[in-house]
């Protein structure tokens, strides 16, 4: 891939492609510059959709709904399956809105309250937002939260609707039980995961005495990593399967390969390989690699939220077939991502792998094989030679020559 130039992009002018970005980030900014007018203004009505808190300053923190001034609030799962392009996720997101509150931690909202109330809808909510000043207009960029248009400080917020709060929600709530068995209890009974890390940050979760507002980058790791720990258990005796499997899926310039190995034993590794003049590297000329573990034990080595995304996919698929695996997993950052846009994205994508059929199956070395042949650049990170998991699975464990 060819790195950006002035002399590139007038060669280009936005058409050919020859970054290898998949549309132009220039012209997506250009296209996005006057739809922002939109939030130049104090009072503005929208829908409260999601949740974000900051970690700068804790235990004083932003806290806020992240709220969409437009018809088509955030909703990951259908925008991974329809295959929304940057482009329409820039439009949506620019114009969204972060009014925020200045809280201290220990200091959650209060269930009677509208912005508790908005929280806690599992529906996405008319609100009317008054705001201190105009917002300040700057389309934010994180590798775990979806990106945002503007933020203001938050002076009131009016409900325009009534909250569809769940019953089991409310609940809990009032239940003395643990955020942990809170958690795990709403995922057993099909809420989203989304939701579920919305309503953990705002701090509704939990013995009362006890609730915290968590940090929105910390609690959606924190909600994957309780999902993960509950399964491990569950599958622990479950059948693996016969032969190797390669699941692949590509969104937005990732690229994901996962490997289904059969074993009775539960490990996972995975490898993230960030190619040249990818989003976090630009001006390298070398794929710069990641990797993280864990063994049967599910204690990975490294707390990374794009890791426990994969895992917690991986995991929920391998309960609901009553399996039980060791994972490589192969992710693929290319420059075609343009930008990060929370990594939604990577949780989507495993699941809609998972859920296709496996481009590969055979033995543990014909599929590795077949991987390295479809990306080339595998056989310069040498992948077969540094992979802690196939080290370990050379190795056989006594069980299984006394079968």
Not at 8 to 20: E, F, T, V
Not at 83 to 91: A, G, K, N, Q, V
Not at 303 to 318: F, P
Request: charged share 25%; proline share 7%; with cysteine.
């Amino acid at each position: 891939m060819k790195k950006t130039t002035r002399e590139l992009c007038a060669l280009c002018k936005g058409s050919r492609k020859l970054c290898g970005a998949s549309i132009c980030p220039i012209l997506v900014k250009r296209i996005l510059s006057p739809k922002i007018r939109v939030l130049s203004k104090r009072e503005l009505s929208g829908y409260s959709e999601w949740l974000l808190v900051g970690e700068y300053g804790y235990p004083q923190v932003r806290f806020g709904p992240l709220s969409a001034i437009s018809s088509l609030p955030w909703d990951p799962e259908r925008w991974a399956k329809e295959r929304f392009d940057f482009s329409r996720i820039l439009t949506l997101r620019m114009k969204s809105l972060y009014p925020f509150q200045r809280r201290i931690v220990h200091k959650p909202p209060s269930f009677e309250d509208p912005l508790g109330e908005s929280v806690l809808s599992i529906k996405p909510i008319e609100i009317e937002l008054i705001l201190r000043k105009e917002p300040r207009i700057q389309l934010r960029f994180d590798a775990d939260i979806p990106p945002f248009g503007g933020s203001a400080p938050l002076q009131k917020l009016e409900l325009e609707d009534n909250p569809k709060i769940p019953r089991r929600v409310e609940n809990l709530i009032v239940d003395r039980v643990k955020a942990s068995y809170a958690v795990r209890y709403l995922r057993k009974y099909g809420m989203s995961i989304y939701y579920i890390q919305k309503i953990f940050s705002a701090g509704f979760l939990g013995i009362a005495e006890r609730r915290r507002i968590v940090p929105t980058r910390w609690g959606i790791t924190a909600v994957d990593s309780i999902i993960g720990n509950s399964i491990i258990p569950q599958i622990k005796h479950a059948p693996s399967f016969s032969q190797t499997r390669v699941y692949h899926w590509e969104y937005l310039g990732n690229k994901y390969y996962i490997i289904l190995i059969p074993n009775d034993y539960w490990a996972m590794e995975m490898f993230e390989v960030w190619l040249p003049n990818s989003v976090w590297v630009r001006g390298v000329g070398r794929p710069v690699v990641i990797r993280n573990y864990e063994s049967y034990d599910g204690k990975p080595v490294k707390m990374d939220g794009g890791y426990y995304a994969i895992r917690t996919s991986v995991l929920e698929w391998l309960k609901e077939r009553n399996r039980v695996a060791s994972i490589l997993a192969i992710r693929i950052i290319t420059p075609q991502y343009i930008a990060p846009v929370g990594n939604w994205q990577i949780r989507e994508s495993i699941r809609l792998a998972l859920d296709s059929n496996p481009i590969f199956v055979g033995d543990l070395d014909e599929c590795l094989q077949h991987v390295i042949s479809r990306e080339p650049v595998l056989r310069s990170v040498g992948i077969k030679e540094s992979s802690w998991l196939l080290c370990q699975l050379a190795h056989r464990p006594l069980d299984y020559w006394l079968k």
